[in-house]
């Protein structure tokens, strides 16, 4: 049965690919609201193509944002079922001019297929669409039960998710669930990833005085946002860049010397992935390799920082308080995250200057925390700015650039970080 659906892959991979060039077209922008008719389009296409190839049981669902693609081609009860999980969704592409081609037109240079969602997902989760297509072409079956779980809305946060899949447990159960949102360790290496790190948005905002003050005449005297924030942040990190926020780790499984093993057996060239990415030197947690340090370790890491006077041209008084103009960044920890465990308040209660602070929920389908910490002063504080996917995807799209004033005399009221790992 393998043998003949590989044959079959080989056979129509062409059309394989000008189908997934199909998809690939539709700009299913899940974060911006003027995309909602695109989402909406990929998921019907999806749908249509489920039917095609013959699944007896397909559905769209519909939630309070975009839909979700359901399949299901159930063959015996006997056999194990199978659900694959996937996202048809994209993130934007700005900014387009970093694009050598545009990003919804899909181009193939040197053997490479390049366009927006085509290794992030609608790559990986039409393989197993067309796999399963290879099986029931030449088969006329399924060696197992086959489901599948499509959402649009992973790039913004898998909002409501959750709620489907507490609403249709019965509907989605299975033995085993495939993410299809993974990726092969290099070419030519068959890769099974079982674990992921996980993701912890948190911004952070410190509040000085009432209004912005002149360096020149209470510089000295007055705790400045921006020195304090750069020692909030220095701290974060021991000698041996381990973190310092008490009961980090606490959660952490420990690798396996298995696990270790495997890592070292992996081909990975640390040299040239230092060359790949420019740098003549790596700094990684005491003990670990780059690679078990960029997957399976917590980390944290500033995504982006910001204080007072934004222009290049100096202005001797700052801003009174700039706002925040980036949603909340990337913060994953390799451990299971709990509404109870707010570690950013544990790091301000060791070395922050007399404030309160204040934590929410940001937009996002795990618990995470939003800290704001504020100075005493004597105005309320602002509304919180809405929270959401900010992390770069290359080379499409990228960062703030993060901004500091360079020869201003005067530093403003407010500064802002916001963290990922």
């Not at 669902?61 to 199978?82: Q, S």
């Not at 649009?152 to 898998?158: A, I, L, N, P, V």
């Not at 937009?363 to 105005?379: F, L, N």
Request: proline share 10%.
């Amino acid at each position: 049965m393998t043998e003949q659906a590989l044959s079959y892959v080989d056979t129509h991979f062409s059309r394989f690919v000008e189908e997934l060039k199909d998809l690939l077209r539709i700009p299913s922008i899940s974060t911006d609201p003027d995309y909602a008719p695109e989402v909406r389009r990929a998921a019907d296409w999806l749908a249509e193509h489920f039917r095609k190839l013959g699944f007896p049981k397909v559905e769209v669902f519909e939630t309070e944002g975009h839909p979700i693609v359901y399949a299901e081609y159930m063959v015996d009860a006997t056999r194990p079922t199978v659900l694959v999980y996937g996202h048809y969704d994209v993130q934007p592409p700005d900014p387009l001019e970093l694009w050598t081609s545009p990003p919804f037109e899909p181009e193939i240079r040197d053997g490479n297929l390049y366009a927006r969602g085509a290794c992030d997902d609608k790559g990986q989760l039409f393989m197993h669409v067309k796999a399963t297509e290879a099986y029931l072409k030449t088969a006329g079956t399924l060696p197992v039960n086959l489901k599948f779980l499509l959402e649009g809305e992973e790039e913004s946060g898998s909002v409501h998710l959750a709620p489907f899949i507490e609403a249709h447990r019965e509907l989605l159960a299975a033995d085993v669930v495939v993410i299809s949102d993974t990726a092969m360790f290099a070419p030519g290496v068959p890769s099974i990833t079982y674990g992921l790190r996980g993701l912890a948005y948190v911004e952070v905002e410190l509040t000085g005085p009432a209004r912005d003050l002149h360096s020149g005449v209470y510089g000295g005297a007055v705790e400045n946002p921006i020195n304090v924030l750069a020692r909030l942040i220095a701290g974060l990190h021991d000698e041996d860049h381990r973190i310092t926020i008490p009961g980090f780790y606490d959660d952490v499984r420990p690798l396996t010397e298995e696990e270790r093993r495997t890592f070292r057996e992996l081909p990975f060239d640390e040299k040239a992935w230092m060359e790949e990415i420019g740098v003549s030197a790596v700094r990684t947690e005491k003990g670990y390799t780059i690679l078990e340090a960029i997957t399976a370790r917590p980390t944290l890491d500033v995504n982006g920082i910001w204080g007072g006077y934004q222009a290049r041209v100096p202005k001797p008084c700052c801003l009174r308080k700039p706002e925040p103009r980036s949603p909340c960044g990337w913060y994953p920890i390799r451990t299971r995250t709990t509404s109870s465990r707010k570690p950013a308040a544990t790091s301000n209660r060791r070395r922050r200057p007399p404030a309160s602070y204040a934590l929410r929920r940001c937009t996002a389908a795990i618990p995470c925390w939003s800290i704001r910490a504020i100075r005493p002063c004597r105005r309320p504080p602002r509304p919180w700015p809405a929270c959401s996917d900010a992390g770069p995807t290359s080379p499409a799209r990228a960062a703030p650039s993060p901004s500091w004033p360079t020869s201003s005399g005067c530093w403003g009221s407010t500064a802002c970080s916001w963290a990922s790992g």
